[in-house]
């Protein structure tokens, strides 16, 4: 059964570094999500990007984010000078384009370790 | 998209149904019932979901109410790699996918 997979798995990062997360999404999905959960809290929508651009963000979602699809198969997620407050689990989801239907399926997750 | 209410915690015996309630009274007509699950940390995991009649799949089952307010999603024969935080998500279909925002979810321990 196809999957979403997710490298690195744990990336351990000092303040103020640059750091990507990986993600492949399912090969005939066409809409691709970014989500992270902080120990102990909530799921939270962090993007979401179709044909090439960015359909919706959140207001967590601030500059230091971007997101890309730099092939036909990699969605990254970069923080560009990473704060302590961004540890948490990254997770990335993507979904097929059906009429309306919108069942996500999501990656393993990368936990992103800020020190 | 509406808000939902569920139990913060459930027990079930392994073997028996899981039966998890959502109440979702302010849903209005356009709006599906989607229910995930996380298994410790894991990335949510899509399970079911339903406009108004009744839905079953390999996983589960979901029960709506006639008036829609309310939904309990069916896990017939609970084992203990069901333990996770079921969360009930209720939203519009969307023909560009919008998000999922996922509350606390209800957390079920199924036991030996």
């Known amino acids: 059964e196809p999957e979403v997979t997710q490298t690195p798995s744990h990336q351990v990062t000092q303040m103020g570094q640059e750091v990507i997360l990986r993600c492949v999404p399912i090969s005939n999905h066409l809409y691709f999500y970014w989500y992270r959960q902080i120990l102990g809290q909530k799921v939270e929508f962090l993007v979401s990007?179709?044909?090439?651009?960015?359909?919706?963000k959140s207001e967590i979602f601030d500059d230091q984010f971007s997101v890309e699809r730099p092939d036909g198969s990699n969605f990254t997620l970069k923080i560009r000078s990473t704060k302590l407050e961004d540890s948490a689990m990254y997770f990335c989801?993507?979904?097929?384009?059906?009429?309306?239907?919108?069942?996500?399926?999501f990656g393993p997750g990368t936990r992103l370790t800020v020190t | 998209d509406a808000k939902t209410t569920q139990p913060p915690s459930m027990d079930c015996a392994e073997g028996r149904a899981a039966n998890l309630p959502c109440n979702h009274s302010t849903i209005s007509g356009n709006e599906y019932v989607y229910w995930y699950r996380q298994i410790h940390s894991q990335g949510p995991q899509y399970i079911i979901h339903?406009?108004?009649n009744n839905e079953t799949n390999e996983m589960a089952s979901l029960i709506i109410t006639e008036d829609r307010k309310s939904s309990t999603l069916i896990l017939p024969h609970a084992t203990l790699r069901d333990t996770a935080v079921y969360y009930c998500i209720v939203r519009v279909h969307h023909t560009n996918a919008g998000k999922s925002t996922f509350g606390d979810g209800t957390t079920l321990t199924v036991k030996p």
């Open positions: 990007f179709y044909n090439n651009e960015i359909s919706e």
């Open positions: 989801a993507s979904t097929t384009r059906g009429q309306g239907y919108s069942e996500q399926y």
């Open positions: 339903g406009l108004k």
